[in-house]
């Protein structure tokens, strides 16, 4: 993150894996889970704990406090420092400017000095592995003076020596002991007279000196001993491996022998490329005369800012390009947790906050979802297998107390048979097979279905139990409860006035499709003595539960992201005046003036949560297109066009979205109507009935087949 100082630019520098805790810390730390000596005697309290639910009048029980551990040694994402620019401009600048490229994911600051004009421009590049900082003027640069520090409190004090005449290299453990890391940086001076020294300054301090340039620019790489592979049982779980010195020098190498705009290019055609070819328009006219925060100042629920709006969908997407296209998934606060320890450790929250990061990711064709995959077979599997061992005394699978959506979204999208093959159906046939096993007949109802127990809805305090069953006994977890609502749990216990922050019951609305595609000839009841609905009912239930669920204000919380789902649902339900007002409500009250996501708008510091921002574009989309999936092939996918079109955005495109199925589509509209739609389906999908609905009506009916193009007229 670049400030954009002038005579002092303080750079935040972040490495994605770079970690407190752990074993790296505290060698008796178990990733969470209890001492393999004690699996007999969690077995009983289980049982202990699962009769108490089933004998408890209510369902439930106050707490399973014993089958958990300490989060003691856990840890946290940790910024690894900053690099300071610092050169002699006097105070009186003029025409002073910064801007984030979004076509180039490039940050410039321009300014005036006496008649002399510069220029800053920074990018961290994806195929050099590198970051680059580079300013030229008009005239000749004053001197420059270029450092590494680690002033970031709590973490050590790092060594920063010369690795040679322009070359920094700064080595440091991000706690005592701690995993390392190290971050090198290399200066090239451009000029007929230019002249750059790397000196020491003190004995663990070193620094870059400038002089004499007309340009001047310095590229830096980072890396940890973090390794992926280390994180199975045959290596402790350690995560463990060397600091890749000699690759890091090689990278810089590479960079720094070449030049600005060759790497630019190569950085710019790079990033584009993840972006998929996608392209949204909501007939925003850009208002370049004003400034972001200016534009965020004016901003007004429900009036609201098409042009602002329109910037906040790209910069979702920016954002998960600096997040995710490396070895590790998109975190809470993506690359820019500044701290050594960030709010909720800036980690994995394995519910509905690490799937929003990535609910745009296919939809919008963005190649950037294998580093979930990745995380989710090194990391979560084989420490998931040792949880349904200790804890539930399973032998077949992996549990994190989380969803599978992204994986099979991930083949529904894009067809990858390969991938589907040989990750992605042996992580879905680990994750279900635990969770067969886990199964339990419910002795509470003693209604003949199979329940899980215990189980508590994700941050909402009750325990009790709830319903996964195998096909044949599946009461399919859908209860209308007392006062209409879509009950929570499959006890008739909700408030009406609760407001929690999660719609974790209503993840069948958004983002998954077991309400919006309800049919009670695949999802009626096992039991005659259960009531089986139709869909009006279940879709009723569930429009109650939403409203009662508020507007994403309430007691235990006010974030974006608890706004952008309701949001998102309200589309799903085609009312367009709530899916806005939601969306506008979280701009107005969660963004900051640089569009951060705030969780909480009135707390102090503020505090910047990913989530927000990388739902943004999904829930954009939701209003314009929608797609959700089915329970077969032979089930007709719906695309539903223009289900909540705002009037605010009267007129537009969508260029490149994908759809399940493996289709791409774009849609034009204007004067609020459907004007255009065409789908491409990719040449090696199967087929599969599709139906394409707008206004209520079905406008289209066919067979997909591989290569298939289709034009939709209106």
């Given at each position: 993150?670049?400030?954009?100082?002038?005579?002092?630019?303080?750079?935040?520098?972040?490495?994605?894996?770079?970690?407190?805790?752990?074993?790296?810390?505290?060698?008796?730390?178990?990733?969470?889970?209890?001492?393999?000596?004690?699996?007999?005697?969690?077995?009983?309290?289980?049982?202990?704990?699962?009769?108490?639910?089933?004998?408890?009048?209510?369902?439930?029980?106050?707490?399973?406090?014993?089958?958990?551990?300490?989060?003691?040694?856990?840890?946290?994402?940790?910024?690894?420092?900053?690099?300071?620019?610092?050169?002699?401009?006097?105070?009186?600048?003029?025409?002073?400017?910064?801007?984030?490229?979004?076509?180039?994911?490039?940050?410039?600051?321009?300014?005036?000095?006496?008649?002399?004009?510069?220029?800053?421009?920074?990018?961290?590049?994806?195929p050099t592995h590198s970051c680059v900082q580079h300013i030229n003027s008009t005239g000749l640069l004053p001197n420059i003076t270029y450092a590494f520090d680690s002033a970031i409190s709590g973490l050590p004090q790092a060594v920063v020596t010369c690795l040679d005449s322009t070359t920094l290299y700064l080595r440091n453990n991000v706690s005592n002991p701690g995993m390392a890391y190290e971050l090198i940086g290399r200066v090239v001076a451009e000029g007929s007279g230019a002249k750059a020294t790397c000196s020491p300054v003190s004995s663990n301090n070193a620094t870059i000196?400038?002089?004499?340039?007309?340009?001047?620019?310095?590229?830096?790489?980072?890396?940890?001993?973090?390794?992926?592979?280390?994180?199975?049982?045959?290596?402790?779980?350690?995560?463990?491996?060397?600091?890749?010195?000699?690759?890091?020098?090689?990278?810089?190498?590479?960079?720094?022998?070449?030049?600005?705009?060759?790497?630019?290019?190569?950085?710019?055609?790079?990033?584009?490329?993840?972006?998929?070819?996608?392209?949204?328009?909501?007939?925003?006219?850009?208002?370049?005369?004003?400034?972001?925060?200016?534009?965020?100042?004016?901003?007004?629920?429900?009036?609201?800012?098409?042009?602002?709006?329109?910037?906040?969908?790209?910069?979702?997407?920016?954002?998960?390009?600096?997040?995710?296209?490396?070895?590790?998934?998109?975190?809470?606060?993506g690359k820019w947790g500044e701290e050594l320890s960030n709010p909720w450790g800036a980690d994995y929250h394995a519910n509905i906050n690490l799937q929003m990061n990535y609910w745009f990711a296919e939809m919008t064709n963005m190649n950037l979802v294998r580093p979930l995959f990745d995380y989710m077979e090194k990391t979560w599997a084989p420490r998931g297998a040792e949880t349904a061992s200790i804890l539930y005394n399973i032998s077949r699978g992996w549990v994190t107390h989380n969803e599978a959506i992204h994986m099979w979204d991930h083949f529904d999208y894009t067809n990858?048979?390969?991938?589907?093959?040989?990750?992605?159906?042996?992580?879905?046939?680990?994750?279900?097979?635990?969770?067969?096993?886990?199964?339990?007949?419910?002795?509470?109802?003693?209604?003949?279905?199979?329940?899980?127990?215990?189980?508590?809805?994700?941050?909402?305090?009750?325990?009790?139990?709830?319903?996964?069953?195998?096909?044949?006994?599946?009461?399919?977890?859908?209860?209308?409860?007392?006062?209409?609502?879509?009950?929570?749990?499959?006890?008739?216990?909700?408030?009406?006035?609760?407001?929690?922050?999660?719609?974790?019951?209503?993840?069948?609305?958004?983002?998954?499709?077991?309400?919006?595609?309800?049919?009670?000839?695949?999802?009626?009841?096992?039991?005659?003595?259960?009531?089986?609905?139709?869909?009006?009912?279940?879709?009723?239930?569930?429009?109650?539960?939403?409203?009662?669920?508020?507007?994403?204000?309430?007691?235990?919380?006010?974030?974006?992201?608890?706004?952008?789902?309701?949001?998102?649902?309200?589309?799903?339900?085609?009312?367009?005046?709530?899916?806005?007002?939601?969306?506008?409500?979280?701009?107005?009250?969660?963004?900051?003036?640089?569009?951060?996501?705030?969780?909480?708008?009135?707390?102090?510091?503020?505090?910047?949560?990913?989530?927000?921002?990388?739902?943004?574009?999904?829930?954009?989309?939701?209003?314009?297109?929608?797609?959700?999936?089915?329970?077969?092939?032979?089930?007709?996918?719906?695309?539903?066009?223009?289900?909540?079109?705002?009037?605010?955005?009267?007129?537009?495109?969508?260029?490149?979205?994908?759809?399940?199925?493996?289709?791409?589509?774009?849609?034009?509209?204007?004067?609020?109507?459907?004007?255009?739609?065409?789908?491409?389906?990719?040449?090696?999908?199967?087929?599969?009935?599709?139906?394409?609905?707008?206004?209520?009506?079905?406008?289209?009916?066919?067979?997909?087949?591989?290569?298939?193009?289709?034009?939709?007229?209106?």
């Amino acid at each position: 993150m670049t400030p954009g100082g002038i005579s002092k630019e303080v750079t935040q520098l972040n490495i994605e894996s770079l970690w407190t805790g752990g074993l790296w810390q505290d060698p008796s730390y178990t990733g969470g889970n209890q001492d393999p000596s004690q699996k007999d005697g969690l077995a009983q309290d289980m049982h202990t704990i699962r009769q108490t639910i089933f004998q408890a009048k209510n369902g439930t029980i106050d707490n399973i406090d014993v089958l958990g551990v300490p989060p003691d040694g856990y840890g946290s994402y940790a910024s690894a420092g900053n690099l300071i620019t610092t050169m002699d401009i006097p105070d009186n600048v003029t025409n002073y400017a910064r801007w984030l490229d979004m076509d180039q994911a490039v940050v410039r600051a321009s300014w005036d000095v006496n008649g002399t004009d510069f220029l800053r421009t920074t990018f961290c590049s994806n195929p050099t592995h590198s970051c680059v900082q580079h300013i030229n003027s008009t005239g000749l640069l004053p001197n420059i003076t270029y450092a590494f520090d680690s002033a970031i409190s709590g973490l050590p004090q790092a060594v920063v020596t010369c690795l040679d005449s322009t070359t920094l290299y700064l080595r440091n453990n991000v706690s005592n002991p701690g995993m390392a890391y190290e971050l090198i940086g290399r200066v090239v001076a451009e000029g007929s007279g230019a002249k750059a020294t790397c000196s020491p300054v003190s004995s663990n301090n070193a620094t870059i000196f400038v002089s004499g340039a007309t340009s001047s620019w310095i590229s830096w790489v980072g890396d940890t001993d973090y390794d992926m592979d280390a994180g199975d049982v045959t290596h402790n779980f350690s995560f463990t491996g060397q600091l890749p010195h000699d690759q890091l020098v090689s990278y810089l190498d590479s960079t720094s022998s070449s030049n600005v705009e060759s790497l630019l290019t190569a950085h710019t055609q790079s990033y584009n490329s993840f972006l998929g070819g996608f392209s949204l328009s909501i007939g925003a006219t850009p208002d370049l005369s004003k400034s972001t925060d200016e534009l965020k100042t004016a901003y007004q629920v429900d009036t609201g800012n098409p042009y602002l709006e329109w910037l906040l969908f790209n910069f979702g997407r920016y954002l998960l390009v600096g997040s995710a296209p490396g070895t590790l998934p998109a975190n809470l606060q993506g690359k820019w947790g500044e701290e050594l320890s960030n709010p909720w450790g800036a980690d994995y929250h394995a519910n509905i906050n690490l799937q929003m990061n990535y609910w745009f990711a296919e939809m919008t064709n963005m190649n950037l979802v294998r580093p979930l995959f990745d995380y989710m077979e090194k990391t979560w599997a084989p420490r998931g297998a040792e949880t349904a061992s200790i804890l539930y005394n399973i032998s077949r699978g992996w549990v994190t107390h989380n969803e599978a959506i992204h994986m099979w979204d991930h083949f529904d999208y894009t067809n990858d048979v390969d991938w589907w093959k040989s990750q992605g159906y042996p992580l879905m046939k680990g994750h279900a097979l635990f969770q067969l096993d886990k199964l339990i007949a419910d002795q509470h109802f003693n209604d003949s279905s199979l329940v899980v127990a215990p189980c508590n809805s994700p941050e909402q305090a009750p325990i009790t139990l709830e319903i996964r069953q195998k096909r044949s006994q599946m009461d399919k977890g859908i209860h209308v409860g007392s006062w209409g609502q879509l009950q929570e749990w499959k006890v008739d216990m909700d408030s009406p006035t609760d407001t929690h922050r999660h719609l974790s019951h209503l993840i069948g609305v958004y983002p998954g499709y077991a309400l919006t595609n309800y049919d009670s000839s695949v999802q009626a009841p096992p039991s005659k003595a259960s009531t089986t609905y139709t869909k009006e009912q279940v879709w009723d239930a569930a429009r109650i539960s939403l409203i009662h669920r508020g507007d994403g204000t309430g007691p235990d919380a006010n974030s974006g992201w608890e706004k952008m789902w309701r949001s998102a649902a309200w589309a799903q339900f085609a009312n367009a005046s709530m899916f806005y007002h939601e969306l506008t409500y979280s701009i107005q009250v969660n963004h900051a003036n640089n569009l951060f996501s705030i969780y909480d708008p009135a707390a102090i510091p503020r505090i910047f949560q990913i989530d927000a921002n990388l739902a943004y574009p999904a829930v954009v989309l939701n209003g314009l297109l929608q797609a959700p999936d089915v329970p077969s092939l032979s089930t007709p996918l719906t695309i539903t066009v223009l289900p909540a079109l705002p009037s605010s955005w009267p007129s537009g495109s969508i260029k490149g979205a994908r759809i399940r199925g493996a289709i791409s589509m774009d849609v034009e509209w204007a004067n609020d109507k459907l004007t255009s739609a065409s789908l491409r389906v990719d040449d090696d999908a199967p087929a599969r009935p599709v139906k394409i609905v707008y206004d209520g009506k079905v406008v289209s009916s066919f067979t997909t087949s591989g290569g298939l193009q289709k034009e939709i007229r209106i």
